[in-house]
């Protein structure tokens, strides 16, 4: 049976996820309950249910994009289809990013959780704190951590990142994306 997968959204093209132009991908779900979230929209059930490979074949079939990257909700309450999309993308040679309220231990500490990321380049790692937010980059706060898993990524890639992004479909939808914004408007 084909491995499915809850996801709030996904993004053809954006930069404001990670180095250069990317896929985006929002997992549905997250009981990790950062004060502060900025991504409320994610937490509860729902969401498209999807195949995992009908996902990874909606970013393979993306043209011009350097990485994929996975955000939510919590990419890591679904671990073996996280897995399983990075198993599918990563031949492809895109660069992966996935962002996760889990610390670096505790994914470190769960076997399914570091078989979840272990095909992953960066993994930004860690319960969001809003009383330490910064206002660049992908952390979102300073106690998250950059774990780069191959050598694909530096911490300074992610320096200039901008905190949010407009996107405008064709179809006069709007969404704002990034790190401290997020939903159709
Ligand atoms: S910041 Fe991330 S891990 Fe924390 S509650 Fe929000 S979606 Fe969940």
Not at 85 to 110: D, H
Not at 130 to 159: C, H, I, M, Q
Request: glycine letters at 12%; hydrophobic letters at 40%.
């Amino acid at each position: 049976m084909a491995l499915t997968w809850r996801v709030h959204a996904t993004l053809s093209r954006s930069a404001a996820n990670g180095p250069g132009t990317r896929f985006v991908v929002w997992a549905q779900g997250c009981t990790l309950g950062c004060a502060g979230c900025f991504n409320p929209e994610t937490h509860g059930a729902g969401g498209d249910v999807r195949t995992v490979a009908d996902v990874a074949r909606e970013a393979l079939a993306t043209s011009g994009i350097d990485g994929v990257t996975v955000s939510g909700g919590e990419p890591l309450e679904q671990p073996d289809a996280l897995r399983e999309f990075c198993a599918l993308v990563r031949p492809s040679g895109l660069g992966i990013v996935v962002l996760t309220g889990f610390a670096r231990a505790e994914i470190e500490a769960n076997p399914g959780l570091s078989a979840a990321v272990e095909m992953a380049d960066m993994v930004i790692a860690g319960r969001y704190n809003a009383r330490l937010r910064l206002g660049t980059g992908l952390r979102g706060s300073s106690n998250k951590e950059y774990w780069a898993v191959t050598e694909r990524y530096l911490p300074d890639d992610f320096a200039g990142i901008p905190e949010s992004e407009v996107v405008i479909s064709a179809d006069g939808t709007i969404a704002v994306t990034g790190m401290h914004a997020w939903g159709d408007r």
